[in-house]
């Protein structure tokens, strides 16, 4: 990790989970500044400073007190820019209230909205000629092949297929595709979207949320005549949006071809196994937003990262002496319900395969360590 002084330049950052933004930004030179939910132990010994936002993973970040969290936070420190995470596609509005007190790096509120609503992203695809499922706003009369997702919801715990689930206000209901999950990530500026690279993903299901986030592996090939399709469609909805900075874009690839998802507008899962110290990619963000030139990093080999999942609850989290290639580390004596994440693990390799093999294999290993203290 490179040197950071007191005298280096303070980015704020705040998200649900913040500790890869921080690894991020520490890369890139800067002295991280920490709003999460979590306050994980590494995120601690990242951070210059850190703060806990209220909400939940559940309910989202709680915007009643945000301003006067971060204001706590920054008390003497003039941070360069405000670098949002996670949590913030469901209460767009909040990134309006953070970009009238801090200088915002990101998408803005209205940029956000419009690739967050459903309805709008279908007619949009429509538009712009890229393959989308069918969306609605209300459940479908025949329920089979159909999911439902919550408007602005990440990591995959809030999708689930529209049988047997109730209907709750803030869901919409999108039509399933069969096939494997591809993420793109790119770099947005102007009227073009510049794809940094390709990921595989992976779910990690429980009996409620057969969805939920496992894992993603940084992919060393993909198709070149995909990969052109998928570079005009992100340059056609970024030219539509307003889209800037790190964002990516997820893909189902199977039988009835690519299928576009939804966008992230703001670095997401995958920063782990894109980033590194010698191309530091928030750098290359804030040089997207403030219209400077940019450049894509290449890569050797494949990266993976997964998450470990408490699958009992924990009343009293032990003390561990965390191996290499693991962060967000669960702070001791946290307590955690039955899926709670409890931590991120990391591999490397000479290909995806193998990469992926062994953060798997490592998810189940780390489990070892706490085990002993569910109740």
Known sequence: MPAVSKNSPAILIVAVSGRSLAAAARRAGYRPLVADLFGDSDTIALADRTARLAGSLTDGIDSDKIIEILSDLTRGEEPATLVYGSGFERRPDIIATLAQRFPL??????????????????????????SHPAVGLLPPEDCEGWLTKLVGGAGGSHVRPVRGAPIEDGRYYQQFVAGRNVSALFLAQGARARIIGFSRQWSSPTPSSPFRYGGAVRLMRFDRTKKARIAAWLDGLTRATGLIGLCSADFIDGPAGLQLIEINP??????????????????????????????????????????????????????????????????????????????????????????????????????????????
């Open 266 to 375: 703001r670095p997401g899962a995958t920063l782990d196994i894109f980033d590194s110290e010698e191309a530091p990619l928030l750098a290359e963000h804030l040089r997207a937003v403030r219209g400077q030139k940019t450049a894509i990093p290449s890569y050797r080999g494949a990266a993976a990262s997964a998450i470990a999942y408490a699958r009992h609850a924990i009343s009293r989290f032990p003390h561990i002496d965390w191996p290499g290639m693991t962060a967000d580390h669960q702070t001791p004596g946290s307590s955690l319900d039955a899926d709670d994440p409890v931590c991120t693990v990391l591999a490397r390799a000479r290909s995806a395969a193998t990469a992926e093999r062994a953060v798997k294999r490592r998810v189940t290993e780390m489990a070892e360590h706490w085990k002993e203290s569910f109740q």
């Open 105 to 130: 790096a990101g998408n803005s509120e209205a940029t956000v909205r419009v690739v967050k609503d459903p309805a709008g992203l279908s007619r949009l695809c429509r538009d712009l000629g890229i």
